[in-house]
């Protein structure tokens, strides 16, 4: 009995500090996470869905004359998808790194590269030929292609939420005989992250 309550007072506290180290890992990795959702529109128009997680990696403050200006590196992980009535639905996820600008006015400007990308075009109607020649539906019909991207966007950082706009360049590799370069537009809000 004694051996148990010495166990008890002696791995008690560090039972407790540990818990308090964790709390603050955990709380630091809240406040370094945002989530940005927004509209994506291919060629403007095809309409769609963009998620992005960002993690902060590296920020910097610098204040002169009163006014604070903060640099951001940030690390993103975007998931997404698009809707061509006429042709297919395109799946896209990339992953890479943005730097971030805020101004004193909280005027944020943004340019991101994700070298890491894949994008899938899923066809609305194709049709298999046989050896025998007979012509049969194909279900779920699709082509996946690297797809690198680049990213320009401007934003405005408010108390509880930011809204962004960003112009996302893909470029598919392999696309039939050549690449083929994909225009697109994102808008939205970014949630969470230091305030």
């Known amino acids: 009995m004694k051996q148990l309550l010495f166990l008890v007072l002696l791995l ?15 709380a630091t990795f809240q ?3 945002e989530l940005r959702v927004g509209y994506f529109g291919n060629n403007i128009w095809n309409p769609g869905l963009i998620v992005t997680p960002e993690y902060t990696i590296g920020k910097w403050t610098k ?8 640099r951001q590196v940030v690390g993103q992980a975007n998931l997404g998808f698009f809707w061509n009535p006429q042709t297919h639905v395109g799946t896209f996820t990339s992953v890479g790194l943005a730097y971030r600008k805020t101004n004193a006015k909280k005027f944020q400007s943004t340019i991101g590269i994700n070298p890491l990308g894949h994008y899938r075009a ?6 298999e030929v046989s050896e025998e020649g007979t012509v ?3 279900s779920l019909a699709s082509r996946g292609y690297f797809a690198p991207s680049l990213i320009l966007g401007i934003g405005k950082k408010k108390t509880k939420r930011n809204w962004f706009f960003n ?6 590799n ?9 225009g697109s537009i994102e808008y ?3 949630f969470g992250g230091r305030k």
């Open 12 to 26: 008690g506290p560090i039972h407790v500090f540990g818990q308090r180290g964790l709390q603050k890992e955990a």
């Open 31 to 33: 406040n370094n996470l």
């Open 63 to 70: 204040e002169k004359k009163g006014k604070t200006k903060t």
């Open 122 to 127: 899923f066809l609305h109607e194709t049709y």
């Open 136 to 138: 049969t539906a194909k």
């Open 167 to 172: 112009i996302h360049f893909m470029l598919l």
């Open 174 to 182: 392999n696309y039939n005989l050549g690449n083929l370069p994909l």
């Open 188 to 190: 939205g809000y970014r």
